[in-house]
Nanobody
Framework: QVQLAESGGGLVQAGSSLRLSCRAS????????MGWYRETPGKPREFVAT???????NYASSAIGRFTISRDRAKNMVYLQMNSLKPEDTGVYYC??????????WGPGTQVTVSS
């Protein structure tokens, strides 16, 4: 019953910026951790950034200094601001919410393509 929907992906040139958005709907109790992961063909889904129930953030090494995860609790949304994009950032970006009883729930993903 909890669903996530990502938006904001697109095709951009290296050095550009994108802001991904994820809206959570359904019955959500408390302020669960949320995060962003990405996937490229032939590789497993990898961690990009997370934000905890107390708004502590963690980032993959490749994201530090370029990406920022944030949330709007009132709107049940989480964002990923991506600056100085590189071709290696290309992939399908998935929003995630960690629910205590059911574990991870994923959105359908949004495609980010960065050209040279």
């Amino acid at each position: 019953q909890v669903q996530l929907a990502e938006s904001g992906g697109g095709l951009v040139q290296a050095g550009s910026s994108l802001r991904l958005s994820c809206r959570a709907s359904g019955s959500i109790s408390g302020n669960p951790p949320m995060g962003w992961y990405r996937e490229t063909p032939g590789k497993p889904r990898e961690f990009v950034a997370t934000i905890s129930s107390t708004d502590n953030t963690n980032y993959a090494s490749s994201a530090i200094g370029r990406f920022t995860i944030s949330r709007d609790r009132a709107k049940n949304m989480v964002y990923l601001q991506m600056n100085s994009l590189k071709p290696e950032d290309t992939g399908v970006y998935y929003c995630n919410i960690a629910l205590a009883r059911t574990g991870f729930i994923w959105g359908p993903g949004t495609q980010v393509t960065v050209s040279s």
